[in-house]
């Protein structure tokens, strides 16, 4: 029930087109939920958060849409660009437990 | 202002040996957690402190421990190291705790041989 499950694995895109990465949750206490852009030799970094009162968030050409129903979120990326390549990790965690849960991440190449 | 640092950036040990990874969080930050990555098993959370107390624990042996000093900074110790110890270390600071946004370092990149 801790699990947070991301697909695909990997998404290979076409500069300019919109890559998708999804995950779904079980526990319903998780109230956070933010996506993480990594690039190699570099550590995670936060790009974009959203908490269950909202369904969706945009931060420049990020979107965040989230189904509270269906227990899933996905990342957007609109007008994809190589420099966008990189490994994303989506994550969940409850205002009374402070410890994120990972998803397995999203290897993601945009083609020039 | 100055981000996560981590230190060294590079190790290399002995299967058998200790090590020490060191953690300097963002200052104000008092939360600090600390992540292994590989790349079969992504990344895979080892303990958060929080004003010098554990608050959380993940599923890692005892050989692994860590610490937090008054002024935050963090270190973490692994103990009798084998080889499949071979990892990115990655420590991330935050405020009061994951649901205020990580900041995290570069990491220490372990290589136990």
New interface residues.
């Given amino acids: 029930q801790q699990q947070v499950k991301q697909s695909p694995q990997s998404l290979i895109v076409q500069k300019g087109g919109i890559p998708i990465i999804n995950c779904a949750y079980e526990n319903t206490a998780f109230d956070y939920f933010p996506w993480y852009q990594q690039f190699p030799g570099k550590g995670p970094a936060l790009l974009i958060a959203i908490r269950p009162d909202v369904s969706e968030k945009k931060e420049g050409r990020f979107t965040i849409s989230f189904n509270k129903s269906a227990k899933q979120f996905s990342l957007h990326i609109m007008d994809s660009q190589p420099g966008d390549s990189a490994t994303y990790f989506c994550a969940a965690s409850t205002d009374s437990n402070y410890q994120l849960i990972w998803g397995a991440g999203t290897k993601l190449i945009i083609k020039p | 202002k100055a981000g ?1 640092t981590q230190t060294p950036r590079y190790l290399i040990k002995t299967r058998g040996q200790q090590v020490t990874l060191s953690c300097s969080p963002i200052s104000g930050h008092r ?1 600090v ?1 600390w992540y292994q990555q590989t790349p079969g098993q ?2 895979q ?1 080892l303990f ?1 402190y ?1 004003s010098e107390t554990q ?2 624990k993940g599923n890692f042996p005892g050989r692994f421990s860590g610490r937090q000093f008054s002024n935050s900074r963090s270190e973490m110790n692994v103990s009798t190291l084998e080889l499949g110890d071979s990892a990115l270390y ?1 420590c ?1 600071s935050s405020l ?4 205020y ?7 220490t990149r372990l290589t136990v041989v």
């Fill in positions: 996560v939360s957690s992504g990344l959370f958060e929080f608050r959380n990655l991330a009061v705790g994951s649901n946004g990580y900041t995290f370092g570069s990491g």
